[in-house]
């Protein structure tokens, strides 16, 4: 009798566990959210590594006719190549074409969180995922998003899709997609014309389910709870590997971001180099020339507007002999990016400035591969190329 009754306790856990992955699979199917590891992302969560993963050259390019793409094991990467014209007739096969494309694949959900858009491949895409079926939210600014005249957010609007604001001065300033609970892509690249074709700029997506995890929780908590700035929620952050590879992410204005970019660069033992838009905070320039009189090399790129005032960190870099230029693009240097010792990488929406560190919504991604890292040095030499150094600083 006790054998039989141990046999009948077998029979029903197999039973049980095929509904719970029959039920996982149904959810998956219909949410997009995959809670049984069906994509094998293969994330270790709530594992602390500094450690950089090695390089592998295990990645290949995409092609994107006005831009550059690579694809590795779980992640795809692209930057911008700033057109000179003003003729948005000239703006196609850009690195829009490549998210639009990816919004196209999207089955149940997206979450986007745009600080601008007046893109129309990619407003064409959300309208369209809208359409056929997808749960579609956006979160936006108000200046820049909603009551840009510019801004394409109206469209959207006027289609059905769901629009929340930050109503603040301060700037929600994020530019990420969540897509079927499976995907995210961030960076520097606000989804417009110029900050395709005109703007240096920076757009990496994550097939991964911790880092999706991290972005979805930052989204509906401005989404839904509609918390802006340093009054949000500070206790959602990242850190965990990704096939190996260690990934942080923070929040401002609610996280000390600031804080981890100090013992980022503290910590710089060979080189440093950055590509910025606004650079103004000093302790992050101090930290830099203190990590310069060490013996790490420096090397950055300033965005040419505003990089010469007082607020702006170039001048005394520049004095101090390192070398810092000025950038050749005649759109923007719209990059946020810190590039350590060839293995990690800063990157995101977040300006090294007081209003990133103290009242906006940014992100910061910080990612430790050494392929990721020297395909970012690789834009960070094409950006130097056309750079000069400013010439009429006096010292």
């Known amino acids: 009798m006790a054998k039989n009754k141990k046999s009948g306790n077998s ?67 692209y930057f911008t190549t ?33 600080f601008e858009l007046n893109n129309e491949v990619i407003t064409e895409a959300i309208i369209d995922a809208h359409e056929r079926g997808v749960t579609v939210r956006v979160v936006t600014d108000d200046e820049h998003g909603l009551e840009d005249d510019d801004s394409t957010i109206v469209e959207l609007e006027l289609a059905g899709i769901p629009i929340v604001d930050d109503e603040r001065s301060a700037l929600m300033h994020n530019k990420f997609m969540i897509m079927d609970g499976i995907t995210v892509w961030l960076g520097s690249m606000n989804y417009t014309m110029n900050g395709v074709y005109r703007n240096n700029n920076n757009a990496i997506s994550l097939r991964s389910r911790r880092a999706v995890e991290v972005y979805q929780a930052e ?78 090399d420096v090397q950055g790129v300033f965005e040419t507007t505003g990089s010469e005032t007082q607020y702006a960190e170039m001048p005394r870099m520049l004095c101090a002999g390192l070398d810092v230029r000025q950038d050749g693009n005649n759109g923007i240097l719209h990059h946020k990016v810190f590039i350590i010792d060839e293995s990690t990488v800063i990157t995101g929406s977040f300006n090294y400035s007081n209003n990133a560190v103290e009242s906006n919504d940014e992100n910061v991604l910080i990612i430790r591969d050494a392929d990721i890292a020297a395909l970012y040095i690789d834009e960070f030499l094409r950006v130097q190329s056309i750079a000069t150094p400013a010439d009429d600083i006096d010292c």
């Open 11 to 77: 029979g029903a856990s197999m039973i049980l566990a095929i509904l719970v992955v029959v039920i996982g699979f149904i959810i998956y199917a219909v949410t997009g959210v995959d809670l049984l590891g069906i994509t094998g992302t293969g994330d270790d969560q709530n594992t602390e590594v500094t450690s950089p993963r090695t390089s592998t050259g295990d990645f290949t390019e995409i092609d994107v006719p006005l831009g550059l793409g690579y694809e590795g094991d779980f992640w795809q990467l």
């Open 82 to 114: 700033p057109s000179n014209t003003r003729d948005r007739s000239q703006y196609v096969g850009g690195v829009d074409t490549r998210l639009a494309a990816a919004i196209n694949a999207t089955n149940n959900t997206l979450d986007i969180a745009a």
């Open 219 to 296: 989204f509906d908590e401005m989404f839904e709870r509609h918390e802006f700035g340093p009054r949000s929620d500070d206790s959602n952050t990242g850190n965990f590997t990704q096939d190996g590879v260690p990934i942080q992410i923070y929040f401002a204005s609610e996280n000390e971001v600031i804080d981890v970019l100090l013992a980022e660069v503290g910590n710089a033992q060979t080189s440093i180099r950055f590509m910025t838009f606004s650079f103004t905070r000093d302790d992050l320039g101090e930290a830099i020339l203190d990590r310069a009189e060490a013996g790490v």
